[in-house]
């Protein structure tokens, strides 16, 4: 990648020689650039014809001012923001709040917040949705509830907008309770449209062809971002400048025609699990995100040849994972590639000091130049790479100089480029998600939902 974004992408562990059969070529790459040509080609036919709508969010920014008009008026008397959503709606707001703010997020006192509290419900377990509904109890006048659904069709989020709006109605009253409900939803159509309409709801826009697990870089995402102090300039800016090096037709100057290319040509060779490890505690949540991304996108029926195809992506964290699933990726079988992400500069580090000076199993820590935890993760990571280069396990790292705003945007928007591209070489359409929709119907059968009193099973 080049001077006018941050990130790295390094290859040298998949074309190492002592990778042995499991080396990917260079003249491998070179043999599938013709057709990675062709399709960067038609991505961007597509795109100036209206198509690939995530590509455009970061150059056009919709409701931008508008989202940061919002989150400045309702800052200073939200202590509370519920994010009511799943899957699209929740993950990329996890993955933006773990990655810019402190762990410690919801524990520090106000005044060395800059926002509110942030829970995003993206479940509906009962035991650990009512723990948020106890903390919150008593303070509904300083909660903001931001609901998010394209359609409104969304059983879990739905159950959890009746329960939240009506505890918020008991607590405040109708006008004043309805009042702390921004929605985020169809700019024109669905259920949850008619509601916002209905009850005059504040409401900010999913744009138009844009779906769920592209949608972080939208209003889905930047309002908690925004109402957290998170950067969203900045964010959008990496998006922006990872789009000028996305854009290119040549795949060997294209980094996401890169990623595809690689992860294609080792699925074809019986590598179908993608394993994303982050030595960053801050990027852990971003595999969570990748991997709705990844699974949603790319698993799929084939429609050339009724072929049940699609990686199957596995989230690692380091050094954590090292003493769980390193044994597995070493010694059990070679059917992974590993995506590493690395953090050059951390936003601090802690010195370890010397002691117990006669016990080498200690001092050593104290005494390495790199003796700091940063250092030692970093070096973890290392020695973790080159353990699986000696197990011939082919790695690819992606380093983040820091993890800020602006790198965190490259990276989302890099890989989502990836997965059309990387569908495209599979043959599926990375845009749809039709599996879904049976256990979406069940649940409204069982429920008991009027026009599905015939289980979809018996169709």
Known sequence: MTNRTTLKLDTRHIHDERLGPHRLPPEDLEALAPRLRGILQEIATERAAGGHRFRDLPLERPQLQEIKDLAAEFRPTTDNLLVLGIGGSALGNIALQSALNPATWNLLPSDRRNGPRLFVLDNV???????????VEGSWDRTTVNVISKSGETAETSAQFLIVRDRLIQALGEAEGEDRIIVTTDARSGTMRDIVDRQEYRSLNVPD??????????AVGLFSAAMCGIDVDALL???????????????????????AAIHHLYMERGKPLHVMMP??????????WYRQLWAESLGKIRPADGAHVGPTPIKALGATDQHSQVQLYREGPNDKVFTFLEVEEFDCDSIIPRGFTDIEAMDYLGRSEDGTLGGLLNIEKKATELAMLASRRPSLTIRFPQVTAHSVGEFIYLYESVVPIMGRLMGVDPYDQPAVELGKKLTFHFMGRRGYEKSPMEA
């Not at 990872?242 to 037709?249: E, K, Q």
């Not at 801050?282 to 969570?288: E, I, S, V, Y």
């Open 125 to 135: 377990d009962p035991v650990w949705f009512e723990a948020v509904m106890s903390f």
């Open 209 to 218: 062809g844009v779906g769920g697990r592209f949608s972080v870089l939208s």
């Open 237 to 259: 800016d990496g998006a922006a400048a990872m789009d000028a090096l996305v854009s290119p037709p040549d795949p060997d100057h294209n980094p996401a025609a890169r990623i």
């Open 279 to 288: 030595y960053s505690q801050q990027l852990r949540d971003m595999a969570d």
